[in-house]
């Protein structure tokens, strides 16, 4: 039986590539919305977080999500992020 390729996306953090399932992505859509995809296919440019709370700490330190969707990201973004972490 045949295999199925599992995707893998870089973390804007730490630069690893991860399967898609072990990573968030963080959508900015047309209207300059940032919000969360949980399911992986909103609309809009995305960029993805490894699961920890290490590196959702630092991306919050270092606006490195601000350069890479190209907008200012909410704090209520980085705090759903932690609750997603506590939840799983």
């Known amino acids: 039986m045949k295999q199925r390729k599992i995707p893998l996306r870089k973390c804007v953090i730490t630069n690893e ?4 399932k072990e990573l968030v992505r963080i959508v900015k859509n047309k209207e300059g919305i940032v919000s969360l995809d949980l399911t992986g296919k909103l609309n809009g440019r995305g960029a993805y977080l490894k ?3 290490a590196v959702f700490l630092k991306a919050q330190k270092t606006k490195k999500l601000d350069r890479h969707l190209e907008c200012i990201v909410p704090e209520e973004i980085y705090i759903e992020l932690l609750k997603l972490l506590e939840d799983e």
């Open 51 to 53: 699961k920890e709370k």
């Open 17 to 20: 590539k991860l399967p898609k």
